[in-house]
């Protein structure tokens, strides 16, 4: 079965965001670029998939002509094609990143991509719908939050937890589904996937921008975060005091 | 969009029927055993902020079955529902609509949205209320907005939003240009006027004490419940395909205590250094009544399964004490950790940037420091 996994590009934040002058960024020019955790866990489970039962994995993303290092890290990773909906690096808002991947994905037929797979939510703006907008213009049926996927036949058996407990979910082929982080282990991209993914094509289409309903006017770091931890001492010297925090706090029994 | 055919229960008579014509906010509640989520208060709290600036004043909370024979709702509901600005309460009941189906609940707000012409329609951002609303954006070709921790109505057809980005680090504010505004309310938001829980929840409900053993007073179309508030029930229409995705089968999961619960959390990062550097934290936690959370360096090494990761892809704590040991501070794992009471570090950086979110450090090597608490700890308390 052919898989699509769709793939984010935001940037590496580490122990600070810090922004740019206008508010309307992270400031990117000391950090690096990376997908969501969840979308890499994605694409490792497409190239499972294919692994066991055949097919080619196939990693789109909309973004920037720099998110083409993204789509070849997952190259990397075991995923055979990449697809770039390329922009001139405005932000995005969900209702027309959906529009354009499912416009690309119709593109390609009605057989195209029996399983599409997305992140639960993109790491930066975290707007918790792509992957079902992308659902609907396609006519598909869709779970999110999955933790765990086994495909049988024209369907998929998907769990999630609830309150503490495994919620299954059983949905027909053609299908999107967006995951969780714990999904399985990613591995680490192999040198000859590497190689592989240097050379492999991507495929570049350009869709017109369009306004969202949703739109960004500025960026804020949350007040009041910042302080100074009081620093208790120094190696094990400090543990009589550390006993008197933790018993002030009252977690000693 | 809406089914045509979409019925609506409600008595005439003595008994007022919701004016159709109030635009009432909805909002959707989760419950929590017989009660509501707590993330579900929450989002009644911006819902009544909405309602109140808007004019209206109506708030309508949904709740979905299964009900116990027949339209029936829980007591504590209806108790937890009155006290938070709710002036009606809908519940929903259909053939079919025993679980939970995330299409088919859209449909329900749909129908419900369009049949009262609401001006918004609020959830909690949980899994269960960012995925319900974003299915009916897409219904209805409307924005969502996830996450947020504030909203108003500007007057000329749009909202002002804040809302969390990066699971909370940072913030946007951002504009909605929408007929009806949909949006998710975060669970870790600081609302203006969020009373706590218990703060809202009244002493007793009038008429409410039910004999022991026999079920909550039942709810029936157009009563009004022991509590004064307008109940309806709402019978949707849906479609086979409508039900199609629902979960099926519910497994409790192996016991342990809750990550996500638990009163007290040693974390351990990469400084732990490999997978047998965990067992001094956790004989520390046992000591302590508490679990081990680790950050992705953690599990993405394989050293510790995923489902004691904190953090932005992992699990949100709030314990009482959170003692992080050989963990950096990457704000995707601070994100996990906001709502801890306290934070105490164990770290050989000074530097590291944990330590200006952190309220104590100790500034050494952990696999020196631990052993050392854990045996005065055992020495504190006789077990030398
Ligand atoms: C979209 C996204 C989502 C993410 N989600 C999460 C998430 O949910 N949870 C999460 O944790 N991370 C998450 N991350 C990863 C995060 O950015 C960091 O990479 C990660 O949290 C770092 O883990 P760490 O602190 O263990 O390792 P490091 O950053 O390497 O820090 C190790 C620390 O240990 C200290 N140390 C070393 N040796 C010792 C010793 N012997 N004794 C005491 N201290 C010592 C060092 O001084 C250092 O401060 C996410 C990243 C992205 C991009
Ligand atoms: N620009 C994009 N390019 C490709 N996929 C995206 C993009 N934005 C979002 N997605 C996918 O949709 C998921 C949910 O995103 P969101 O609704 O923005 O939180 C992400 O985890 C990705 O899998």
Same mark, same amino acid.
């Given at each position: 079965?052919?898989?699509?996994?769709?793939?984010?590009?935001?940037?590496?934040?580490?122990?600070?965001?810090?922004?740019?002058?206008?508010?309307?960024?992270?400031d990117?020019?000391?950090?690096?670029?990376?997908?969501?955790?969840?979308e890499?866990?994605?694409?490792e489970?497409?190239?499972?998939i294919?692994?066991?039962?055949?097919?080619?994995?196939?990693?789109?993303?909309?973004?920037?002509?720099?998110?083409?290092?993204q789509?070849?890290?997952?190259?990397?990773?075991?995923?055979?094609?990449?697809i770039?909906?390329?922009?001139?690096?405005r932000e995005?808002?969900?209702?027309?990143?959906?529009?354009?991947?499912?416009?690309?994905?119709g593109e390609l037929?009605?057989?195209?991509?029996?399983?599409?797979?997305a992140?639960?939510?993109?790491?930066?703006?975290?707007?918790?719908?792509?992957?079902?907008r992308?659902?609907?213009?396609?006519?598909?049926?869709?779970?999110t939050?999955?933790?765990?996927?086994?495909?049988?036949?024209?369907?998929?058996?998907?769990?999630?937890?609830?309150?503490?407990?495994?919620e299954?979910?059983?949905?027909?082929?053609?299908?999107?589904?967006?995951?969780?982080?714990?999904?399985?282990?990613?591995?680490?991209?192999?040198?000859?996937?590497?190689?592989?993914?240097?050379?492999?094509?991507?495929?570049?289409?350009?869709?017109?921008w369009?306004?969202d309903?949703?739109?960004?006017?500025?960026?804020?770091?949350?007040?009041?975060?910042?302080?100074?931890?009081?620093v208790?001492?120094?190696?094990?010297?400090?543990?009589p005091?550390?006993?008197?925090?933790?018993?002030?706090?009252?977690?000693?029994? | 969009?809406?089914?045509?055919?979409?019925?609506?229960?409600?008595?005439?008579?003595?008994?007022?029927?919701?004016?159709s014509?109030?635009?009432?906010?909805?909002?959707?509640?989760?419950?929590?055993?017989?009660?509501?989520?707590d993330?579900?208060?929450?989002?009644?709290?911006?819902?009544?902020?909405?309602?109140?600036?808007l004019?209206?004043?109506?708030?309508?909370?949904?709740?979905?079955?299964?009900?116990?024979?027949?339209?029936?709702?829980?007591?504590?509901?209806?108790?937890e529902?009155?006290?938070?600005?709710?002036?009606?309460?809908?519940?929903v009941?259909?053939?079919?609509?025993s679980?939970?189906?995330?299409?088919?609940?859209?449909?329900?707000?749909?129908?419900l949205?369009?049949?009262?012409?609401?001006?918004?329609?609020?959830?909690?951002?949980?899994?269960?209320?960012? &995925?319900?609303? !974003?299915? /009916?954006?897409? @219904?209805? $070709?409307l924005?969502?907005a996830?996450?947020? %921790? =504030?909203?108003?109505? +500007?007057?000329?057809g749009?909202?002002?939003?804040?809302?969390?980005?990066?699971?909370g680090?940072?913030?946007?504010?951002?504009?909605?240009?929408a007929?009806?505004?949909?949006?998710?309310?975060?669970?870790?938001?600081?609302?203006?006027?969020?009373?706590?829980?218990?703060?809202?929840?009244?002493?007793?409900?009038?008429?409410?004490?039910?004999?022991?053993?026999?079920?909550?007073?039942?709810?029936?179309?157009?009563?009004?419940?022991?509590s004064?508030?307008?109940?309806?029930?709402?019978?949707p229409?849906l479609?086979?395909?409508?039900?199609?995705?629902?979960?099926?089968?519910?497994?409790?999961?192996?016991?342990?205590?809750?990550?996500?619960?638990?009163?007290?959390?040693?974390?351990?990062?990469r400084?732990?250094?490999g997978? &047998?550097?965990? !067992?001094? /934290?956790?004989? @520390?936690? $046992?000591?302590?009544?508490g679990?081990?959370? %680790? =950050?992705?360096?953690? +599990?993405?090494?394989?050293?510790?399964?995923?489902?004691?990761?904190?953090?932005?892809?992992?699990?949100?704590?709030?314990?009482?004490?959170?003692?992080?040991?050989g963990?950096?501070?990457?704000?995707?794992?601070?994100?996990?950790?906001?709502?801890?009471?306290?934070?105490?570090v164990?770290?050989?950086?000074?530097?590291?940037?944990?330590?200006?979110?952190?309220?104590?450090?100790?500034?050494?090597?952990l696999?020196?420091?631990?052993?050392?608490?854990?045996a005065?700890?055992?020495?504190?308390?006789?077990?030398?």
């Amino acid at each position: 079965m052919d898989v699509l996994v769709c793939v984010k590009r935001v940037p590496m934040v580490g122990g600070r965001v810090v922004l740019t002058a206008d508010g309307q960024e992270v400031d990117t020019r000391m950090s690096g670029f990376t997908v969501s955790p969840h979308e890499e866990c994605a694409v490792e489970e497409a190239v499972q998939i294919t692994q066991r039962s055949g097919g080619t994995v196939t990693v789109l993303t909309l973004g920037p002509p720099e998110a083409a290092e993204q789509l070849r890290d997952m190259l990397a990773l075991g995923a055979h094609r990449g697809i770039l909906l390329e922009t001139d690096g405005r932000e995005w808002g969900p209702v027309a990143t959906a529009a354009a991947i499912a416009a690309a994905v119709g593109e390609l037929g009605p057989g195209a991509f029996p399983l599409i797979l997305a992140g639960n939510e993109a790491a930066d703006t975290g707007g918790y719908q792509v992957g079902i907008r992308v659902a609907h213009a396609l006519g598909r049926s869709c779970v999110t939050g999955i933790k765990r996927l086994e495909v049988a036949g024209d369907v998929v058996r998907a769990w999630r937890e609830y309150a503490g407990a495994q919620e299954e979910f059983e949905v027909a082929l053609p299908a999107v589904v967006g995951v969780k982080e714990g999904i399985n282990l990613p591995r680490y991209p192999s040198l000859p996937g590497r190689l592989r993914a240097k050379r492999a094509e991507i495929t570049v289409l350009r869709p017109a921008w369009q306004a969202d309903g949703l739109r960004k006017v500025a960026l804020r770091v949350p007040a009041g975060s910042a302080q100074r931890a009081r620093v208790l001492g120094h190696g094990t010297d400090a543990v009589p005091e550390l006993m008197r925090v933790l018993g002030e706090i009252g977690v000693l029994a | 969009m809406s089914g045509p055919d979409a019925r609506e229960c409600e008595s005439s008579g003595p008994i007022a029927p919701p004016d159709s014509h109030s635009f009432p906010v909805l909002c959707l509640l989760e419950r929590d055993g017989d009660g509501v989520a707590d993330g579900s208060l929450r989002a009644l709290v911006l819902a009544r902020s909405i309602a109140g600036a808007l004019g209206s004043g109506r708030v309508m909370a949904v709740v979905f079955g299964p009900l116990p024979a027949g339209p029936d709702v829980s007591g504590a509901v209806v108790a937890e529902v009155a006290v938070g600005g709710v002036t009606d309460l809908c519940v929903v009941s259909a053939e079919g609509l025993s679980g939970y189906a995330p299409l088919a609940w859209a449909r329900v707000l749909e129908q419900l949205l369009v049949a009262r012409q609401a001006p918004a329609v609020l959830a909690a951002a949980t899994d269960r209320g960012n &995925e319900v609303m !974003a299915h /009916l954006g897409a @219904l209805t $070709g409307l924005p969502v907005a996830a996450n947020c %921790v =504030s909203a108003a109505a +500007t007057g000329d057809g749009t909202w002002q939003l804040v809302r969390q980005r990066w699971a909370g680090s940072l913030l946007e504010e951002a504009v909605l240009e929408a007929p009806c505004a949909l949006l998710t309310v975060a669970a870790d938001a600081a609302l203006d006027d969020a009373a706590p829980r218990e703060a809202t929840r009244p002493e007793a409900v009038p008429g409410d004490e039910a004999v022991p053993g026999s079920r909550p007073p039942a709810a029936r179309p157009g009563v009004i419940a022991a509590s004064g508030l307008p109940v309806v029930t709402f019978t949707p229409a849906l479609d086979a395909a409508d039900l199609r995705v629902r979960a099926t089968e519910s497994s409790e999961q192996g016991g342990g205590m809750s990550l996500a619960t638990a009163r007290v959390v040693i974390g351990g990062g990469r400084g732990v250094g490999g997978p &047998e550097g965990f !067992a001094v /934290l956790e004989e @520390l936690a $046992g000591l302590l009544g508490g679990v081990v959370g %680790v =950050s992705r360096v953690v +599990t993405s090494q394989g050293w510790r399964p995923h489902r004691q990761q904190v953090g932005q892809t992992g699990t949100k704590i709030s314990p009482e004490l959170y003692l992080a040991c050989g963990i950096s501070g990457a704000i995707q794992h601070m994100a996990g950790c906001q709502s801890a009471r306290h934070i105490v570090v164990v770290n050989t950086d000074p530097d590291a940037p944990i330590m200006s979110r952190a309220d104590y450090a100790v500034i050494g090597d952990l696999n020196e420091v631990i052993p050392a608490l854990v045996a005065a700890i055992r020495e504190a308390g006789g077990q030398g």
